[in-house]
């Protein structure tokens, strides 16, 4: 596996083409009752943790209101506080169930290595990077531990959602109001869309913390283009119910469902069509497009130059 050599768009690039590895691992290895097994195991563990006290986050409507106007993401004014022992209990179910469900190299996905204290200091530092987005130290790791990076990231990911869960809002209208492309609770790009057939609407998702939230059909998220001619779609065959939604300009893509009104989407739903749908970013990368690696945030969470840009450009398109 490569490490990040400080060349985002080469590293975003080189991450494409790994997709290929992840996509057919999952392909091949897991149908779709599997698939929706781990996601309904995955949520019981996680509600169950979090019941249990695993993070706590306390935010007022005050300081939501404020970080949502400034366009800046929730989680860079708080961080929750995380249950230490609970932390390695719930890393160490989820790691028995990407093993059993989605693939068998997960299995040394927690070095053996790391015993008692040592576990949750490994555990505590992971989640504390991933929580900023910071990707490049999950090339680090992947590579200190033996582990490929993109099943690092997907565990990550997992690991960390119930930690940002705490801190969303539990009221869905909360984020009625924010016109942005990435994910107003976490700062990450989405990974899939959906789009009702009924009203042609769009809601994207984010796979860091389960939030949707609402999107101009016709507007590219990563880059916010809105000129249709750069702007497109890949057809697949013999299905209505997914496209790959692309952008000339940025060429990155977003997996999309089209909702076909009976058969809407919950929140958690969303996890087994992310899963089921590996082989559309197969077909993306083949035609040459990208996602950011899912580790990364869409911007520095301390609200760096580039997210000022990214911005402006909202604001003049409103």
């Known amino acids: 596996m490569f490490p990040f050599n400080g060349n985002r768009t080469t590293y975003i690039w080189r991450i494409g083409e790994s997709i290929l590895q992840l996509s057919g691992l999952v392909v091949s290895e897991i149908d779709q009752q599997r ?26 409507t005050d300081d939501l209101l404020h970080l949502q106007a400034a ?3 929730l989680l860079s004014g708080v961080q929750p506080t995380i249950n230490r022992d609970l932390l390695v209990a719930f890393a160490r179910e989820l790691g028995g169930l990407l093993h059993s469900y989605i693939s068998e190299n997960f299995h040394n996905i927690i070095p053996e290595t790391e ?10 530092s992971l989640v504390e990077q991933t929580l ?40 869905k209208s909360a984020f009625g109001g924010w016109q942005l492309g990435y994910c107003p609770v976490c700062g990450l790009w989405p990974r899939m869309g ?13 796979i860091g913390c389960e939030t949707t939230w609402a999107f101009p059909r016709l507007r590219c998220p990563f880059c916010l283009e809105d000129d249709q001619g750069k702007l497109g779609y890949l057809k697949i065959a013999d299905t209505e119910r997914y496209r790959i939604y692309t ?14 009104g009976a058969t809407e989407i919950s929140d958690g739903g969303f996890d087994a069509q992310y899963l089921l749908t590996s082989s559309l970013d197969v077909t993306a990368v083949f035609e040459k497009y ?29």
């Open 115 to 124: 015993v008692g204290s040592e576990t949750g200091d490994w555990l505590l």
């Open 35 to 60: 698939a929706q097994e781990f996601c309904r195991l995955y949520q019981e563990q996680k509600d169950r943790f979090l019941l249990s006290g695993l993070a706590k986050c306390e935010v007022s």
């Open 71 to 73: 366009g800046t993401v």
């Open 247 to 260: 952008c000339d300009s940025c060429r990155r893509y977003l997996k999309t469902v089209i909702d076909q």
């Open 194 to 206: 959906r789009i009702s057939s009924e009203d042609n609407s769009r809601h994207l998702w984010c």
């Open 290 to 318: 990208i996602q950011d690696f899912v580790g990364f945030a869409a911007f520095d969470l301390q609200d760096s130059a580039a997210a000022k840009r990214y911005r402006e450009k909202v604001t003049t398109q409103t």
């Open 132 to 171: 900023r987005g910071k990707g490049e130290y999950l090339s680090i790791v992947a590579r200190e531990i033996g582990v490929p990076l993109d099943l690092l990231a997907f565990f990550a990911v997992y690991l960390t959602r119930p930690l940002r869960q705490a801190a969303a809002p539990t009221d």
